[in-house]
């Protein structure tokens, strides 16, 4: 499973990608908007220390204004992913820069047959959001499930990532169903590291290691 951070602040990124464990990065307008400074540069940034795919979205609701800044994010680095909300508009824009090999990253996908239209118009990632669908009490990892079930009967180029992640169990239930990518927020990444009885299980092991008295050289 692929795992990417789903934000655009650079110190929590620089303290992540030294883990590992992170293959992408996916930002929107509201995390970028969070931080300081030109988003653009903040974008240039990001794919230097990721050297992975980075989600940058159009902020255009029209397909001509959408590929025109699909182009010039794309400019941006070789790892820039167009991000287009799911609309007719962003199916149109999303034909044309694929045609041009752009890599498209659909976004704000809330039903199956939303993510198939999406496939067909060549995406390279799905992105639906299900912890929005939690919030209004309808299952979002159902939505996984039902994508997951239509991208295999048939022979799309495609890869679902699984957005608007909010806690643990949405990533432990997307790894059990076999999403292929993960879009997690820091704060999540971090709760996944941490157990209570892996500290007091290190607590113990150097407690009882003091009592040694010996250095390991
Ligand atoms: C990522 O691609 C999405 O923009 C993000 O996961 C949305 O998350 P939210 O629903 O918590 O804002």
Redesign the pocket.
């Known amino acids: 499973m692929k795992i990417f951070a ?1 934000t655009a602040n650079l110190q929590d990124l620089e303290e992540l990608m030294s883990w590992g464990a992170i293959d992408g990065v ?1 930002t ?1 307008p ?2 970028l908007s969070r931080e300081p400074g030109d988003p653009l540069e903040t974008l240039k940034k990001i794919c230097e220390l990721v050297q992975g795919p980075v ?1 940058a979205e159009v902020v255009s609701t029209d397909w001509q204004g959408m590929v025109k800044e699909g182009k010039k994010l794309a400019q941006l680095d070789d790892h820039i992913v167009v ?1 287009i909300p799911m609309t007719v508009d962003g199916l149109k824009a999303t034909r044309i820069l694929t045609a041009e090999g752009i890599r498209v ?1 659909m ?1 704000l996908i809330f039903t199956p047959t939303q993510a198939l239209l999406a496939a067909k118009a060549g995406a390279t990632y799905l ?1 639906p ?1 299900i ?2 669908l939690d919030d209004i009490s309808s299952y979002g990892m159902d939505l996984i499930a039902d994508i997951m079930t239509i991208l295999d009967n048939y022979d799309y180029d495609v890869e679902v ?1 699984v ?4 806690h643990p169990m949405h990533v432990l239930e997307a790894a059990k169903i076999g999403a292929p990518i993960v ?1 997690v ?1 820091p704060k999540v990444l971090r709760q996944l590291i941490h157990h209570p009885l892996t500290d007091i299980g290190l607590k113990k092991f150097l407690e009882d290691w003091k009592k040694v008295g010996k250095e390991i050289r």
């Open positions: 789903d996916t929107n509201t995390l989600s991000k990253n976004t992105s959001f912890g929005r990532l957005a608007s992640v909010r879009t927020p």
